[in-house]
């Protein structure tokens, strides 16, 4: 069984029709409805103060902006894409794969991340629909996502939860959430992935909300935005 096969079997995602977070009003009611699930959460909300809707425009670009933020602080990969979105005006797959390798080393992109940008833009231009994925169950989703090479499971998650508006998504992957939701219950040393995925599940069918949630309190606690770039705003 491949890696994208093994990671769908183990999804625990809701399966019901999706009800896409599109603005500020979705926001605010998956977070009255969370802290009515886990009252521990009222605080959280309290301090965390604005939890922003951090929604993407669906396609190549959005991808290609979290893929750059893989593994680098929230400062760095805005300054390294926005190189890249001088470099390559517009960002479209063909321009990304006519581009050249001179262009990845000046925007200051890794080897890997250049690896997935091309592999991105080539399933793109032999007719990946970025856009359909956002309609798609997520487990539909994540199996197409995370079965381009350099596209892991924390990448199509956050596109999914930016792009495709998907109310019911925790990357429990990310540092900053594993932080920030260690720090807000009391919980130490930090939980892990595996322990985090088991948290986040009381929180269905708003785990899309908790996470934004959770980057806020973040930044608000450690003064400085742990979330991943949201891209192009819708």
């Known amino acids: 069984m491949c890696f994208a096969d093994c990671y769908v079997a183990g999804l625990k995602l809701t399966r019901h029709a999706m009800r896409r977070i599109s603005n500020i009003d979705d926001i605010n009611r998956g977070l009255d409805e969370l802290c009515a699930i886990d009252p521990r959460l009222a605080a959280v909300r309290e301090l965390a ?32 894409f926005g190189r890249l979105t001088v470099l390559v005006d517009p960002l479209t797959p063909q321009a990304l794969l006519e581009a050249g390798e001179g262009v990845f080393r000046e925007a200051g992109l890794s080897r890997p991340k250049q690896r997935a940008l091309l592999a991105v833009a080539g399933a793109a231009a032999e007719g990946l629909d970025l856009h359909g994925l956002c309609r798609l169950d997520a487990r539909e989703a994540m199996a197409s996502l995370v079965a381009i090479p350099g596209i892991g499971p924390w990448t199509a998650e956050v596109y999914l939860l930016f792009a495709a508006g998907h109310p019911d998504i925790f990357p429990a992957r990310d540092v900053a959430l594993q932080s920030a939701v260690g720090h807000a219950l009391g919980i ?46 819708a």
């Open 188 to 233: 130490d040393p930090r939980p892990g992935e595996k322990a985090l995925i088991r948290l986040a599940e009381s929180w269905t069918p708003w785990r899309g909300v908790a996470s934004r949630l959770f980057w806020a309190y973040y930044r608000v606690t450690r003064g400085r935005d742990g979330a991943p770039p949201a891209g192009n705003p």
């Open 49 to 80: 103060g604005e939890v922003p809707l951090r929604l993407s425009e669906p396609g190549f670009e959005s991808l290609a902006s979290i893929i750059v933020s893989q593994q680098v602080s929230t400062a760095s990969a805005k300054a390294i």
